[in-house]
């Protein structure tokens, strides 16, 4: 069975730091993208950054670019999202799933994590 | 930047057929997946590729596109259909994916 389970998520200021984990069991997390895709309170999905199976490619979506960095530990069937520079609109309810990239749909995705921005 | 445009909300009693419409310029040529969302739990697929089910989804879900409109139809709709229900497509011009906005879909 496919599982993802987030972590890492809490309340941190404005212009704070966070770092999301995700650890994947059910699949070979090596020949799979995997991506993050966020849901702020009472809104819809964002997608906000994915990446290759290999690590080598990675696509981030404009408001994070930059401010955010996606990676994966192979070896710990584990991904990651180090936040920097955090802002209120990062409050969200953060979502790992596998798939997603080049036209692949979203097979499976996580419980999600909680990050919110706040001072 | 590329539009996914649904209808904020859909009802429709049990029984019934419900369909859920996706907005897009020239959509037909994109491959469009949807997803339902059960208040406070994560995304599940429910139709790939326009017209494909994952395994689990039952035949009561099926998927169209053509021209500039995607199609989620869910027929004999039962309470536990409810919720949000999102398209999404792949913009290889700028390699991410897009989502549409969602669409509450109510059981009378």
């Known amino acids: 069975e496919v599982q993802l389970v987030e972590s890492g998520g809490g309340l941190v200021q404005p212009g704070g730091s966070l770092r999301l984990s995700c650890a994947a069991s059910g699949f070979t997390f090596s020949n799979n993208a995997v991506n993050w895709v966020r849901q702020a309170p009472g809104t819809g999905l964002e997608w906000v950054s994915g990446i290759s199976g290999s690590g080598r490619s990675t696509y981030y979506a404009g408001s994070v670019e930059g401010r955010f960095t996606i990676s994966r530990d192979n070896s710990k069937n584990t991904l990651y999202l180090e936040m920097n520079s955090l802002r209120a609109e990062d409050t969200a309810v953060y979502y790992c799933?596998?798939?997603?990239?080049?036209?692949?749909?979203?097979?499976?995705w996580g419980p999600g994590t909680l990050v919110t921005v706040s001072s | 930047s590329y539009v996914l445009t649904q209808p904020p909300s859909v009802s429709v009693a049990p029984g019934e057929t419900a369909r859920i419409s996706c907005g897009g310029d020239n959509l037909a040529t994109k491959s469009v997946h949807w997803y339902h969302q059960r208040p406070g739990q994560a995304p599940v697929a429910v139709i790939y590729y326009d017209t494909d089910r994952p395994s689990g989804i039952p035949e009561r879900f099926s998927g169209s596109n053509s021209g500039n409109t995607a199609t989620l139809t869910i027929s004999r709709v039962e309470a536990g259909d409810e919720g949000d229900y999102y398209c999404?497509?792949?913009?290889?011009?700028?390699?991410?994916?897009?989502f549409g906005g969602g669409t509450q879909l109510t059981v009378l």
């Open positions: 999404q497509v792949w913009l290889f011009s700028s390699d991410q994916p897009v």
């Open positions: 799933a596998n798939g997603g990239v080049a036209g692949t749909p979203f097979d499976h």
